[in-house]
């Protein structure tokens, strides 16, 4: 039996191959590739060492040139210092030293040779009946004897005597005397009133 081949359908057509669609490049990545590398080229040019014609054309005896040796003007220095001690004028003598001042003994019962010229009357011997011109009394001792002191120059013989008070401190008197008589113990009493003082009469018994 013949084979109907009118009747067979053909085969479907292959479809037409397409060419693959080419990109077009994006500008923006180019131009920073572009950037980056005009950039390094430019470092790259500035950061290189350059030679330098003063060093290459400097002799070479420069470099074996010894260094200078230091001078030193240390013994320069201590040779002009030097002075010559045969010639220095002595040295001065020294200063003589102060005399300590002469302690003025001044005795309650001796009598006192400057006493008469100023008319101031001669202490006695303590006796009964005689007087003492207190001219003050200090809590300390110092005081009493400055005091003491200052009645010598003026020609009145002072003693201290000490005293404990009731409240247990000690009194430093200082006292003229002893006189004869009480017009005597007033003299005195007015020419320590004219220098300052506060003196009192003191009766012995």
């Known amino acids: 039996m013949p084979k109907d ?8 057509p292959s479809p037409p191959s397409t060419p693959p669609i080419r990109r077009k490049p994006n500008r923006s990545c180019l131009g920073w590739l572009i950037g980056g590398m005009a950039l390094g080229v430019a470092s790259s040019s500035i950061l290189a060492p350059r030679d330098n014609p003063d060093i290459e054309t400097a002799p ?6 010894p260094a ?13 210092a030097e002075v010559d001690i045969s010639k220095a004028p002595p040295p001065p003598p020294p200063a003589p030293l102060p005399q300590p001042p002469q302690a003025v003994a001044v005795s309650a019962q001796s009598p006192n040779p400057g006493a008469a010229a ?9 006796a009964s009946g005689t007087y003492l011109v207190q001219v003050a009394s200090f809590g300390r001792a ?31 008197r200082v006292r003229a005397g002893a006189y004869a008589s009480r017009e005597q113990a007033q003299q005195v009493s007015e020419l320590l009133r004219r220098h300052g003082q506060n003196p009192m009469l003191v009766p012995l018994r």
């Open 60 to 65: 070479a005896t420069q470099a074996e040139r």
């Open 5 to 12: 081949y009118h009747r067979a359908k053909p085969p479907p």
């Open 142 to 172: 110092a005081d009493a004897e400055r005091l003491k002191a200052q009645l010598a120059q003026m020609g009145i013989a002072a003693s201290i005597q000490t005293a404990t008070l009731p409240n247990g401190k000690t009194a430093y």
């Open 68 to 80: 200078a040796q230091p001078t030193f003007v240390y013994e320069k220095i201590l040779r002009e």
């Open 118 to 126: 100023q008319g101031v009357p001669t202490p006695n011997a303590p």
